[in-house]
């Protein structure tokens, strides 16, 4: 069997904006990402999606809604990735910079889709409209998208 690793990934809007991270350290170091992580084992992912959140950005989410799944294969490694995507546009505190990432309000009209995921500028139009999504992607490094599924989808 192929092993397979749970993680979250959250966004935090307001009507205009979404709350990005550049992530400092890790897989993904460089790029503009939402917040997120492996699952712990005794945590649900809604709970690792919030306890991520806090340690990532300092704020706490409410209302969290799950908007997406995304699976990750890369060529030559067994592992899928499968990521939750969640949103909300309820936090209490003020996004303050971690050892992990260092947190910043982008305008929706001007993300910073070449410093970040390949596979964020096909679902973030579907994330932005409020829609829910269903996605696949085989990377060949961590550029290079080789194929992919993406589906709106009424329910998860
Ligand atoms: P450590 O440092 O081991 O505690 P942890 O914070 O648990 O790490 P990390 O940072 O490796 O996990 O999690 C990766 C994050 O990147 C998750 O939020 C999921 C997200 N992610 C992974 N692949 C992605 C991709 N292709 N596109 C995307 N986000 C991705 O937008
Ligand atoms: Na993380
Ligand atoms: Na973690």
Do not use: C
């Not at 890790?26 to 990402?33: D, I, M, S």
């Not at 945590?43 to 959140?53: M, N, Q």
């Not at 300092?58 to 499968?82: A, I, M, R, S, Y």
């Not at 970040?116 to 096909?122: G, H």
């Amino acid at each position: 069997m192929v092993a397979k690793k749970v993680l979250s990934l959250v966004f935090v809007r307001d009507a205009s904006r979404i709350l990005l991270g550049l992530k400092k350290r890790g897989f993904g170091q460089g790029w503009w990402n939402g917040f997120g992580g492996k699952v712990e084992p005794g945590e649900t992912i809604h709970e690792g999606a919030l306890r991520e959140l806090k340690e990532e950005a300092g704020v706490t989410g409410h209302e969290l809604q799950e908007v997406g799944l995304l699976k990750f294969e890369f060529v030559g490694d067994p592992v899928l990735l499968e990521v939750h995507v969640f949103s909300t546009t309820k936090y209490t505190g003020q996004p303050s910079e971690s050892e992990e990432m260092k947190p910043r309000w982008f305008d929706v009209d001007d993300l910073p889709f070449s410093q970040m995921w390949a596979d964020d500028s096909l679902w973030f139009p579907l994330l932005l409209k409020g829609s829910k999504f269903s996605g696949y992607f085989l990377f060949k490094g961590h550029h290079e998208i080789l194929k992919y599924t993406l589906d709106e989808v009424e329910r998860l």
